[in-house]
């Protein structure tokens, strides 16, 4: 009687710490899920996740710029990079090179950055409605980039607003030397740097010569 009593007290105990266990874990589950459903994902995360992607699907259009050099498509490195303090969005876009960018390939070097920015300029306002004012097309991407099918903004038609957007987002292309290139030649990167909107008077070259 006494090792019934005893196993009956054993099979208790397992029993009910098998139901507080697997309550806790219902209850765990319950709270990460809870947790992630009420992150808010703001329509400026979802921009910037869009112009991530776009940026991104630039990279076989850069690549043709360097049809005998054979830039391999993996190397070039694209990124949107925010920052709350400057209230800049900056739309990265880095190609390695394997010659060039000394002094005396100066204006090769800087048509080749104006001609690869305006590629990847072009590519992502392709979808635009086409026109030659570069304003338009750039406003119309923004709109469409920060807007949800069930929140269309109300910001779009305050032009001071959208020209403000317009010209807090940059897009930056680097032709930077690779290491082999930048040891052997001691040579620093060339960046072609401008709005979404920018025309060729309105974009800056930069370069550094050491």
């Known amino acids: 009687m006494k090792k019934i009593i005893i196993n009956f007290f054993i099979f208790s105990y397992l029993f009910f710490n098998f139901i507080s266990n697997s309550y806790s874990e219902d ?15 703001t329509v ?24 005998s050099d054979k830039v391999n498509v993996d190397h070039i490195y694209t990124d949107v990079l925010t920052s709350f303090w400057r209230d800049t969005i900056d739309l990265i876009v880095s190609i390695p090179m394997n010659k060039n960018l000394k002094k005396e390939n100066y204006m090769s070097d800087m048509y080749r950055c104006k001609n690869i920015f305006f590629s990847v ?16 097309r ?15 903004p109300s910001w779009k038609y305050d032009q001071k607003q959208v020209k403000d957007l317009i010209s807090m987002i940059q897009l930056e292309v680097t032709l ?4 082999s290139l ?11 740097r401008g709005d979404l909107a ?6 800056i070259i930069s370069k550094k010569y050491n």
């Open 27 to 41: 209850s765990n589950k319950k709270d990460i899920t809870t947790l992630l459903r009420n992150q808010q994902l």
């Open 44 to 67: 400026f995360d979802i921009g910037i996740f869009r112009m991530k992607n776009d940026l991104e699907n630039t990279k076989s259009t850069v690549s043709k710029h360097f049809p």
């Open 121 to 136: 300029r072009d590519h992502l306002l392709r979808k635009q409605n086409e026109s030659n004012y570069n304003f338009n």
């Open 138 to 152: 750039a406003s119309s991407y923004i709109i469409t980039t920060f807007s949800t099918p069930t929140s269309w």
């Open 176 to 179: 930077r030397p690779t290491n």
């Open 182 to 192: 930048a040891l052997s030649e001691n040579v620093s990167p060339i960046r072609c």
């Open 198 to 203: 920018a025309d060729n008077d309105t974009l």
